[in-house]
């Protein structure tokens, strides 16, 4: 057991000292080739074609699985540890722009499906299961927090009173505007429309647009609209 806990404690300082130094190679400088080079012996999965800028931070890169084609932007920081079952999966041609925020807790389960875009300073955040579906637009400053802190016994501290965690459900080709909050326990239903600032409590019929805090549907998209996304979406 000991020998274990060792080897584990080993592979992470080895994975912290690779993507520490290589993080920093300038792209200019060969550092997207470089990084996809080394990067594939200590994560779960790198897929080909992907583009990793300089100052992007990783974490436990044996939880994280990379596809084909994805985009990672500077500032961005996935952080997989806190238990040997976690997993962040970013399926082929996803984009990560600047500063966005990916984080495990025990037993997490992150995935962002297909030709998903995440904006700017996005806080994505375990434990418990996060999944995004394909053809998302996520925009910048919003925050998809799948626990929520126990406070039952007031004679303790918050802090150590442990956290719950039902998960969170964003179906296909949802656009989440600027600032959208949605918290534990949601499901958004695929092609929904969430107004910026909105606070998403709870579940969003398909084909909705909500708006407000907390979010609200205000209107169903048309009849039309919905035929001519599902036409799309077999034909994809």
Known sequence: MNDLKYFSKLKRLQQLLLTTFLGDIPTIFGGVKLRNMIYRTIFARLGSSVYIQDGVEFISTNSIEVGNGVYIFKGVRIDGKGHENNKIHLENGVVLERN?????????????????????????????????GKHCLIAAHTGIYANNHNFADPMELIKYQGISSQGIVIEDDCWLGHGVKVLDGVTIGRGCVIGAGAVVTKDIPPFSVAVGVPARVIKSRSNKEVAKSTELSVSS
């Open 100 to 132: 966005v925020l990916i984080g495990a807790l025990n037993n997490t389960y992150i995935h962002i499906g297909q030709d998903t875009f995440i904006g700017p300073s996005v806080c994505i955040a375990g434990p418990g299961e996060i999944k995004i």
